[in-house]
């Protein structure tokens, strides 16, 4: 007899347990009927007979309930507003499915549907002014052709790209390589709410997990699966952005790779990749080319926001937007260092917040960096 009523219990938990990797969960979804269920009922002896399932995978299973509370990660969930996502789900992102051993769930936060089409926006931490400047203008200008942007809520290219697309009133999802619960980095808290509000969180880890060597190339090929393309904006040869970009060729998806200057590291991942075929990416338009979309199948535009002609109303600011706010003098171009020693507040509290008055309209970030006041 079923430890479960409810095939989607059955999935959270095989999903949660340590130690068993997408491969080995559709191999034995598939060899033990698709019902997941039918994995909990199986003895191990037959759970073994399913290759890459040994005698610590079966125990593992078998004695589920000593690595998983299933019910406090149902309470969790309810608290927070997740839910989880199986294959059956219409909800599901549908060219996920189609990559290789696709996870059998994902956690969502966030009310996106994944209804059409996505493109990944991917690229280094430690970036250039220009690569930010880059991310930032393509998320937008994806998001208002009527895209959703996706990528990872990284330090760098992930946060311009998705600040992009927020400032263009479109839609963002973030596919994050730990828990839904844990916001990775920290500082981008706001932008992880913001994303939430407006578009969707995605994680294949269950609450608590941290992020490692492991989950990040896994949260990669989520990026790239649930996307009809990739762009990469700035990466080294090394960068954890060329393991996106491989795992997009290799279920069929397009590439795009931004060239940069030949004597910048940040640039050389984007150069190989060209070298080795991606499509060398200079506007929007070379990805709705290639997509087919110039011939009107492109997704329906978003309308455009109005620009920003009022002045602020500053009653309706916290504390310490109004604080930032007020630091800047008229026609004032500051940076964020400046900032933080005018106010006496950490700089990552200074980033964010600054990053929240960007989304109002009340200060514009420059492609060097800095910030200025937007007044009426």
């Excluded at 910048?264 to 991942?269: D, P, T």
């Amino acid at each position: 007899m079923s430890d479960f009523a409810d095939e989607r219990d059955a999935l959270l938990v095989l999903n949660a347990l340590p130690n068993i990797g997408p491969i080995t969960l559709n191999r034995l979804l598939a060899e033990l009927g698709g019902d997941a269920r039918e994995v909990f009922s199986a003895g191990t002896q037959r759970l073994q007979s399913v290759k890459g399932v040994g005698p610590a995978i079966a125990g593992t299973i078998a004695a589920w309930r000593e690595h998983f509370d299933l019910e406090r990660e149902r309470q969790k969930m309810a608290a927070s507003g997740a839910t989880f996502l199986v294959q059956g789900d219409d909800e599901y992102p549908k060219l996920l499915k189609e990559i290789h051993d696709p996870p059998i769930g994902l956690y969502r936060k966030g009310p996106y549907d994944f209804a059409h089409p996505c493109i990944a926006v991917v690229g280094s931490r430690r970036t250039t002014l220009y690569g930010q400047s880059v991310a930032k203008k393509l998320g937008e200008d994806l998001a208002r052709l009527g895209f959703c942007v996706v990528s990872g809520l990284a330090r760098g290219i992930d946060t311009a790209a998705h600040e992009g697309a927020l400032l263009a009133g479109g839609k963002t999802a973030a596919v994050v390589g730990c828990g839904i619960d844990i916001v990775y980095p920290p500082e981008n808290l706001e932008l992880y709410r913001r994303i939430e509000e407006a578009g969707a969180i995605l994680s294949e880890f269950p609450f608590g997990r941290r992020a490692d060597r492991q989950s990040f190339p896994m949260r990669n090929r989520v990026v790239a699966g649930i996307c009809d393309a990739t762009v990469v904006v700035e990466t080294d040869v090394n960068g954890g952005s060329m393991i996106t970009a491989r795992f997009a060729g290799e279920q069929g998806r397009l590439v795009f790779a931004v060239p940069g200057r030949i004597d910048q590291s940040s640039s050389k991942g984007c150069h190989q990749l060209i070298r080795d075929g991606a499509i060398l990416f200079t506007s929007v338009d070379d990805i709705l080319e290639e997509l087919s979309y110039l011939n009107g199948l492109r997704p329906q535009a978003i309308p455009e926001k109005p620009p920003y002609t009022a002045g602020p109303n500053i009653g309706e600011l916290t504390d310490e937007e109004a604080t930032i706010f007020n630091c800047f003098e008229a026609g004032e171009i500051v940076d964020v260092d400046t900032l933080a020693r005018r106010t006496s507040m950490p700089a990552c509290q200074i980033a964010s917040t600054l990053m929240i008055l960007e989304l109002k309209r009340l200060v514009a970030k420059r492609a060097d960096g800095r910030f200025e006041a937007v007044r009426a």
